[in-house]
């Protein structure tokens, strides 16, 4: 089993949740290492400032297990963040 990345974002002026996943092959190979690296660092990531911000819960999953963070949107890859869709 490869590995499978769960984004959810929360936060933004109207606090709209949205949601999205994909397979890390379906990545490009510098966005996936990006991402890669923020979810193994274990540097705590201070968020952003301003109400308007967002923040992504990303949840990597494969068959070693499961590893979650909290990303501040400007840390986040923009390329991963285009998948995230708002749930309606």
């Keep these: ?27 490009n190979p510098d966005d996936r290492q990006t991402l890669e690296q923020l979810l193994d660092s274990e540097e705590a990531f201070a968020g952003d400032t301003g109400h308007d911000r967002y923040t992504y819960v990303v949840r990597r999953e494969n068959a070693s297990g499961s590893t979650t963070r909290h990303i501040p949107e400007s840390l986040m890859p923009s390329a991963v963040a285009s998948i995230v869709k708002a749930d309606i």
């Design 1 to 27: 089993m490869g590995d499978r990345y769960f984004i959810e974002r929360y936060g933004g002026l109207a606090g709209l949740k949205a949601s999205g996943a994909v397979d890390g092959d379906a990545l």
